[in-house]
């Protein structure tokens, strides 16, 4: 499957970017990607601390005939984020249940799954944001970056077109899954 890909400096926020393209076009599957978030959001509403130079892309598709509940797509999500990371990074990243990535016990990634209808069609927008190259100070919740990890300066932007390709080979993919499949991405 080919991903369109939506390319910004500032939105306010890729997720809301994302289901707007759907409510508004005939694009049933893309990828935004932003330099910046001015009003990123995450889990409950809270917040998405969007500094420049980290990664902030919405991946959206159509999942009808997807056979896994949105519990089971957000494991997958975290799993194939997971992957990304461990490209550049290759100490233990370990998932906090529903969908943050920790490295040592820092927040690295977080993801937000929405979905929506339209014309009978139920589509998925999994927002994901990876601290690449600085981290924001969260209340008692300890956060890190790849850059402090890796001394390496990652572009996001060619980040954000591995992420593409790992979607773009793993969406067609999902239609096969099943439960005991998962843990084996």
């Known amino acids: 499957m080919q991903l ?32 910046k978030q001015k009003k990123g959001r995450g889990q409950y509403g809270k917040k998405w601390t969007s500094f420049k130079g980290n990664l902030f ?11 896994l509940s949105l519990k089971e797509l957000s494991k997958v999500n975290c799993l194939l984020v997971k992957r990304l990371i461990s490209d550049f990074y290759k100490g233990k990243i370990s998932i906090k249940n529903p969908n943050d990535l920790l490295i040592n016990s820092k927040k690295i990634s977080g993801i ?22 600085k981290s924001p100070n969260i209340k008692n919740y300890p956060t890190t970056n790849l850059l402090d990890l890796t001394n390496v300066k990652i572009n996001s932007y060619n980040v954000a077109l591995k992420l593409k390709k790992i979607y773009e080979k793993f969406i067609p993919m999902f239609l096969k899954f099943n439960v005991k499949k998962i843990d084996n991405i």
């Not at 892309?57 to 056979?67: L, R, Y």
């Not at 929506?116 to 069609?121: R, V």
């Open 4 to 35: 369109k890909k939506f390319n910004f400096k500032i939105i306010n926020s890729t997720n809301d970017l994302a289901i707007r393209i759907i409510k508004n076009t005939n694009n049933k599957s893309g990828i935004i990607i932003a330099e």
């Open 57 to 67: 892309v919405s991946v959206f598709f159509p999942i009808n005939k997807i056979q």
């Open 112 to 133: 937000l799954q929405e979905t929506l209808s339209k014309s009978g069609e139920t589509f998925i927008v999994v927002g994901i944001g990876i601290n690449l190259i």
